[in-house]
């Protein structure tokens, strides 16, 4: 889906045509007149095509909104089910272990008991008519020998028992993993949807941005002179307007482009709906000691790998890239003095100034197998750092 622009050429020959009718109503004809009435007309109609370029522009990013919303919550709904599949693998793996070990033990069990009874079959107990005098030695073989039968079919139904048990789990493990394996196909689907839709939206945004370069450039300088996460903020709000602007138009009098991608107005009331920005385990809470001693300044969640990350609301992207030894880092800002800062991400999609809607997919997780998947979060408040949870804990529903 490609974003329609209009050329404002038109719009301008509006304006200019204008003028003209100003310095001509001395003294025109009536041809003159009509051709100022025709030009104004045609100038009428492009402004309504212009107008409706902008709708239409409008229209086409909503599409990418909602189907970027969806490609998400299918995302997370995949990756919810094939981390249920994952941890029911590793308890049918641990019990399949289990099966495994009290097989191996029944059948030692088992071996030792079938070397007694050919023992003993080897001591074959003397005939009552032949040798009298050893009756009880026969009766006492045939009872040991009537234990040891009873003893090995009982021993043998067990070890029979366990064994089409642990088949059984081979099975379920197979088939745990038959499954893990085409979610992952889907979800490798759905990220691919998701960064089609995400190249969208950026180029779309980029397109229509003027000075998005050198707006990089100076919040890069600020970046890496900035020592901390709070300095960085700190220079952010002091020297990087909030958003750069669009695009200039041709030179004209009072000729301004359609505003395609209308920034959401942000304020702290967005932060009533905030959610998690990946699905993962928590370890680590707001003020959690940490091993350097300080206290945690936000939450860090462990995630699957390759996790796909999503904005926790409605925000402005206010930085995005490395950030010292955080690794990928985005900068949200909330409004009335909030941001969220997301780091330990391996891709980030949005761009410098960008609009993000609460939920939309925003980066994604490292797949390394050397580095563990952690998502860092915190929430501040001119900088200071607030615990995040407190808000998700408010939300309704």
Do not use: C
């Not at 304006?15 to 001509?24: D, L, M, N, R, V």
């Not at 109503?25 to 041809?31: D, F």
């Not at 007694?116 to 079959?121: D, G, Q, R, Y």
């Not at 000729?255 to 699905?279: C, F, K, R």
């Amino acid at each position: 889906m490609i974003l329609r622009r209009v050329s404002f050429s038109i719009a301008i020959g509006l304006i200019a045509s204008s003028a003209h009718i100003a310095a001509a109503q001395e003294s025109v004809t009536q041809e003159e007149l009509q051709d100022f009435e025709a030009q104004l007309e045609a100038d009428r109609r492009a402004l309504a095509a212009i107008e409706a370029a902008q709708e239409s522009a409008r229209a086409d990013l909503a599409v990418v909104n909602r189907q970027l919303l969806a490609a998400a919550q299918e995302g997370a709904r995949r990756e919810e089910e094939a981390a249920r599949i994952e941890r029911r693998l590793i308890d049918l793996e641990i019990e399949e272990r289990r099966a495994r070990e009290a097989l191996m033990a029944d059948r030692e069990g088992l071996r030792d008991l079938l070397a007694a009874l050919t023992a003993a079959s080897r001591r074959q107990p003397p005939a009552l008519a032949t040798h009298p005098d050893n009756a009880t030695d026969a009766i006492r073989s045939a009872i040991i020998m009537r234990d040891i039968a009873d003893e090995l079919e009982t021993r043998s139904e067990g070890l029979a028992a366990d064994i089409r048990n642990y088949a059984n789990l081979i099975d379920a493990v197979s088939r745990q993993q038959e499954r893990l394996t085409a979610e992952e196909v889907e979800l490798a689907e759905n990220q691919q949807e998701i960064e089609e839709l995400v190249a969208i939206k950026r180029s779309a945004f980029e397109d229509l941005t003027g000075e998005a370069d050198a707006l990089r450039e100076r919040v890069s300088a600020l970046a890496a002179r900035a020592d901390s996460i709070r300095s960085f903020l700190e220079d952010l709000e002091a020297n990087a307007p909030l958003t750069p602007g669009r695009k200039p138009p041709e030179p004209s009098d009072n000729t301004s482009e359609p505003d395609i991608e209308d920034a959401p107005p942000v304020s702290v009331a967005v932060l009533d709906q905030l959610g998690l920005p990946a699905n993962g385990r928590l370890i680590q809470a707001f003020g959690d000691e940490l091993p350097t001693g300080r206290r945690a300044e936000g939450i860090t969640l462990r995630t699957r790998a390759s996790a796909q990350v999503v904005a926790p609301s409605d925000a402005i992207i206010e930085y995005a890239g490395p950030f010292r030894s955080y690794g990928q880092m985005l900068i949200l800002r909330t409004g009335d003095g909030y941001h969220i800062v997301l780091y330990g991400l391996s891709d980030v999609y949005p761009t410098l100034g960008q609009a993000v809607l609460a939920g939309e997919p925003i980066g994604r997780m490292t797949n390394r197998a050397d580095v563990s998947p952690d998502l860092h979060m915190e929430l501040r408040r001119d900088g200071t750092p607030e615990d995040p949870q407190r808000w998700m804990s408010g939300r309704s529903g």
